[in-house]
Structure formats: C-alpha cells, structure tokens
C-alpha cells in the first residue's frame, strides 16, 4: 500500500484530490439551495387594494324636493304712538318676549285725561237741560186740553227736548272718543312675539305721523319660512298636499344641521313667469329658537316616499366616459366594473334602477387604484347601505 500511495504523490495524486474537492462543493452548494427553498416555501401572493364595501340592499327612501327659503316672523307689528305726547316710560326690555296686550310704552295721559273728563261735564250739563226741558214740556202737555198753553209753545218745548236727546248723543260718542285717545296714551302689545330694539328714549315727543315707530314686535314661535320650487314640480307638490300633511325640513346652508321640522302651508297663487318657479309657504313651531327672520336656509320637502328600492352609499357610484358605474367585489376577491342606472339621490343614498343585485358589495373607497380584475382586500366591515354621515343633527339653540 506504502509503495501505491508513493507511486501517486506526483500530478495524479493532485489530480484525483482536485477531482474530489469539485464533487464536495457541488453537493455542498445543492444540499444549501435545497434547505433554502424548503425553509422559504411557497412564493407570496400578491396583497389585494385595501377598499371599504357596502351590501346592496332594498329599503325604503323618501324623495325629497329642495330649495332655498327665506325665514319670516310669523308676525310682525310696528309698534306706533297714536296720539301726540310726551313718552314718559317703556315698559319692555329690549329683545324680550312679551304677550299679548303686554304694556310696552306709556305716553302722558294728562291731556286726554281733562279732554274726556270736559266731555263727561258736558254730557252732564246737556241731561240736566234735557230733564228741564222734559218737565216743562210734560206741564205743557197737562195745560194744553184747557187752553193754557199754546201748541206753538208745545212745539217749541218739543223741539228743545228732541234736540237735547241729540245733543246728548254727541257727547257721548265724544266722551267714548276721549276715552279711547286716553286708552291709546297706554301703548300695549298686539301679538305675543319678541321686542326688537328701541327706536325712541322716554322723554321725546311722539306723535300719530311718526312712520319709524317706537319698536317692532315679531311672532317668532311659530315662524314661516318661504321658498321656491321650480313649476314642473307643481303636479308632485300639490298631489302631496292634497293627499294630506307635508312634512317640510329646513337646513343650514351646508345641508348638515337640521334646523327645524314643520309642515306646507300654502302654494302661492301664482307662478312667476319671469323665473319659472312658484313660491311656498310653511309653518314651524320653533321651539328651539333655530330660526330667525331674515335667516336663509335650505328647505326639503317630502313629496313620497318610494318603497322596496334598491340602494348603495353615494360613495360608490363612480363617473366614466359612458355613464355612472360602480366596482361590485366577486367572490374572488377581485373587482368587476358595473355600468348603473341610477334614482333619486338622498342623504347619501342613491336609488339603482338597472345594473345590481340585492346582496352585492360594491366598493367605496379606493376606487381610483383600481381597474377590473383587480384584488382587493377588506379594510372595513361590510356594511348595508345606509347615510354616511347619519342623520342630520337638531340644531339646539335656547332663547337669549
């Protein structure tokens, strides 16, 4: 063996050991790879588009026609002096709700007091000439059968006490005017409503002429709001009205406070023909004091309400180049594009006349990074359609 191992220590010994390092490193370099791709095991499925969805469902929705409206005081007086004088109080705080027949201002009564009592001593005098010239006439008439008295003097006596009786009408009536001009010297409410500011300080001088007034009064519970609706909605409104109540909703400008809930009061009588629109009328109780005149608000009114329609969240309907579409997720986790015909759109639901199936999720949100046969995965629980943004919340604001 010695003399065999000596026989290959030249260039084949280095040969063969060469040889059988190259085999050691190839097993090495298999054995490495083949741990490796168990260890790793099969290549990642690519993670879907993270999207929130919504189930396509069937409910109920009110259709709703909306405009804009003004709010009016239900209302409104200008509160006046009607006599001449001096304004000795106000009786009001300026901004307080009054009653009605609530004193509000007091005007000097002196002057009208000695007008009407001159016109009750007047009446006095004229009874007590008319009781005169009744006893006189009365001894008249005994004297007449016997010749004693004239009957050109019964005529006169006759004439007197008829014109005393007339007389004494006269002061009558001018005695129930003195007490009226000294009633007006006390100004008082006409309406129960709300005090605006002061116009005159007690002190001046008032009179019946003055137009500016002393203050305005304005019912403000209930308040009116009016409105306006295109013509073409006449047949839907008036439908409404006739079949009973129309519940009418007024809104903050931005459509997410509701401020009030009341109900149709009237269409006016005629249509504008320059604008093609017809003016409305409602009534709100106001409780909360939300609404105030002159305020601009948004109004909806509900015309019907339509039954067992299919819906989704606004969020879901998409615009393409042939019309509104929607992405409906599969059961494979993709995305199929879904052309829609779609209703009415109210708080953010929207009616689907064609193009979806009651249980269907459709996508909404995320939209834009996607395209059909894309997968997606779920970042929210699956929702039934329903508003977004919930209903819109009452207003509370309590009376200054």
């Given amino acids: ?34 741990t490796s791709a168990t260890a790793a095991g099969p290549p990642p499925v690519p993670k879907g588009v993270a999207v929130e969805t919504a189930t396509v469902t069937r409910t109920t929705v009110p259709v709703y026609l909306e405009g804009l409206g003004n709010v009016q005081a239900f209302y409104t007086a200008n509160i006046t002096a009607r006599v001449d004088g001096e304004l000795e109080r106000v009786a009001f705080v300026e901004g307080q709700m009054v009653k009605k027949g609530q004193l509000l201002a007091q005007i000097d009564p002196r002057p009208n007091q000695a007008a009407l009592d ?32 004239s009957q050109a003097t019964l005529d006169m006596q006759r004439g007197t006490v008829e014109q005393l009786q007339a007389q004494i009408k006269v002061d009558r009536a001018l005695i129930d005017n003195a007490r009226t001009q000294l009633d007006y010297t006390s ?13 005159v300080d007690p002190g001046n001088n008032v009179h019946a002429s003055d137009a500016g007034g002393i203050v305005v009064v304005t019912q403000v519970q209930p308040i009116s709001i009016i409105f306006t609706l295109p013509e073409d909605e ?29 109900s149709l009061s009237l269409i006016d009588n005629q249509i504008d023909p320059s604008t093609a629109t017809m003016r409305l009328k409602a009534t709100f109780p106001n409780t909360q004091n939300t609404l105030w005149p002159g305020q601009f608000v948004n109004v909806r ?69 996607l395209q059909p046969g894309t997968h997606v995965s779920l970042i929210a629980d699956d929702k039934p359609a329903s508003n977004p943004n919930g209903p819109p919340k009452i207003a509370q604001r309590s009376a200054p």
């Avoid at 001593?121 to 010239?133: I, P, V």
């Avoid at 006449?234 to 009341?262: F, H, I, M, W, Y």
């Avoid at 998409?318 to 059961?331: I, N, R």
């Fill in 301 to 369: 009114v509900l015309v019907r309400q339509q039954q067992d329609v299919l819906t989704v969240p606004s969020a879901a309907i998409q615009h393409g180049p042939d019309g509104l579409f929607t992405f409906v997720v599969k059961s494979d986790s993709t995305v199929e594009m879904r052309a829609l015909k779609t209703g009415q759109d109210n708080e953010g639901l929207v009616v689907v006349a064609e193009g979806l199936s009651p249980g269907e999720r459709v996508v909404t949100s995320n939209q834009y990074r």
């Fill in 187 to 199: 100004i008082v409410s006409p309406i129960a409503g709300r005090t605006g500011i002061r116009k």
């Fill in 234 to 262: 006449l047949l839907a409104v008036t439908q409404s009205l006739n079949a009973g109540e129309v519940s009418v909703t007024a809104l903050s400008r931005d459509d997410k406070t509701q401020l009030d809930t009341g």
């Fill in 118 to 149: 001159q016109a009750i001593a007047t009446e006095g005098r004229d009874n007590a000439q008319l009781d005169s010239a009744q006893r006189a006439l009365a001894r008249s008439v005994q004297l007449a059968p016997q010749n004693l008295a």
């Fill in 1 to 34: 063996m010695n003399a065999l191992l000596r026989q290959w220590r030249g260039p084949g010994r280095r040969l063969l050991l060469g040889s059988v390092g190259l085999v050691a490193l190839a097993l090495a370099i298999g054995w490495y790879t083949h």
